[in-house]
């Protein structure tokens, strides 16, 4: 078990746009596609969607890179 707190990042890999749904839905434990859907329906049916995702975008970090591995 790690006792690494858990951080809140915008993911690298797993990214359609900027990594939001996927950051949040790494940290949620939650399928991406069902954040990057309630996102749509979010901006579609109220608007507000759209400024939610952009806030996260600006606010949310970007995940860390990762250190190379030593080959020693």
Known sequence: ????????YRDRRNRM??????GLGKYFG??????RILFVLGVLLAGHGLLIYLV???????????PPASSG
Request: proline share 13%.
């Open 1 to 8: 078990m790690s006792t690494e707190p858990r951080r809140l």
């Open 17 to 22: 746009i900027g990594g939001v749904c996927s």
């Open 30 to 35: 939650v399928d991406p596609t069902v954040l």
């Open 56 to 66: 996260l975008l600006i606010l949310m970090p970007e995940e860390p890179l990762s």
